[in-house]
């Protein structure tokens, strides 16, 4: 699809091709003038319609779902079938057809394209491209396919597979309710695992700030189960527990680190706070994950605001 906005406001699209190839001849000998240079900006087209349906949480088979919405996401999933069968507009068409999808995960639901591309991906060490679609698809856990998913990351916990988590428990909130005890002592297992890796090798991970980003994140969604009803859920995270005390000082090394060689922290998450002067350069998230997990009075004043999507 090619989306636009219109003079109204409103945003629309038109199709390139359809399911039955109708269009295929005409395609490829506009390539160069119609498509070539519109797959430039593929990404920002498709990411606001699929961003704004997968943060609704809606379907096109929902009741109040406008026809032409409808109309326009079922013949989305016809063309990506055609797209990957016949390969018209090559790789990068396909990729960001299939990062829309990702986001799209009640309405390709039985799209296996998706579902067999992600259960063949989990088990190597993928991109940047795959964990994000990963995460996306994710979803609320309402398919038994995500929860498939989900038990597989749990199941190997990695490095890239709590980043993908990450991102996961704090759009969807909710999928914290699906972890037991035991799952969540694997998660603060690999997290002060993963951690005390990149506090060792901290100078040498081109990638250090991102990780570190991720883990604390993690961490900052792991705490809200302090909040949950079952005693034993409250207490694998509680300030008092095994979990938080070693985590503590990995989050104080970190601190220090940072006060000596300041890196970038990009945060997802956005928060509502004030600092005293002792802590007034160091990251909102770094200060919010310190001041959870030590359990200081200073996490009352703490308001987190948002999940803001990438």
């Known amino acids: 699809m090619n989306v636009q906005k219109g003079q109204d406001g409103k945003y629309f699209a038109s199709l390139i091709c359809d399911s039955e190839n109708r269009y295929r001849e005409e395609f490829e000998k506009s390539f160069n003038n119609k498509i070539k ?10 990411h606001f319609p699929a961003v704004q349906i997968w943060q609704d949480g809606r379907s096109c088979q929902d009741y109040e779902a406008p026809q032409e919405l409808r109309e326009a996401v079922l013949k989305f ?9 016949s390969g018209v507009g090559g790789a990068k068409l396909y990729n960001e057809c299939l990062t829309c999808a990702s986001r799209m995960h009640k309405d390709v639901a039985h799209l296996d394209l998706i579902w067999q591309y992600l259960k063949l991906g989990i088990n190597k060490d993928p991109d940047t491209s795959f964990t994000i679609r990963l995460s996306n698809a994710l979803g609320d856990l309402s398919l038994t396919v995500q929860q498939e998913l989900h038990r597989s990351l749990l199941d190997n916990l ?5 980043r993908v988590l990450a991102t996961t428990y704090w759009r969807y909130p909710q999928d914290l309710n699906t972890l037991s005890v035991k799952d969540l ?6 997290i002060i695992r993963s951690l005390g890796k990149l506090l060792e090798n901290s100078q040498k991970d081109k990638f250090f700030a991102l990780k570190v980003t991720k883990l604390c994140e993690l961490i900052l969604a792991l705490l809200r189960t302090r909040d949950f009803q079952d005693p034993k859920i409250q207490a694998v995270f509680d300030a008092n527990g095994e979990m938080s005390e070693k985590l503590i000082p990995l989050i104080e090394k970190l601190v220090t680190l940072y006060s000596e060689h300041p890196f970038e922290v990009k945060s997802h998450v956005r928060l509502e706070l004030k600092k005293p002067d002792n802590y007034s350069k160091l990251p909102d998230l770094l200060y919010a994950v310190y001041m959870y997990l030590t359990g200081d009075d200073g996490a009352y004043d703490i ?6 999507d990438d």
Request: charged share 35%; glycine share 6%; no cysteine.
């Open 158 to 162: 990695k490095g890239w597979k709590l």
């Open 303 to 308: 308001v987190i605001t948002e999940f803001a």
């Open 77 to 85: 999933i016809e063309n990506l079938k055609m797209i990957k069968q």
């Open 185 to 190: 002592k694997l998660l603060g297992k690999a």
């Open 37 to 46: 240079k519109p797959l430039e900006n593929l990404h920002d087209k498709l």
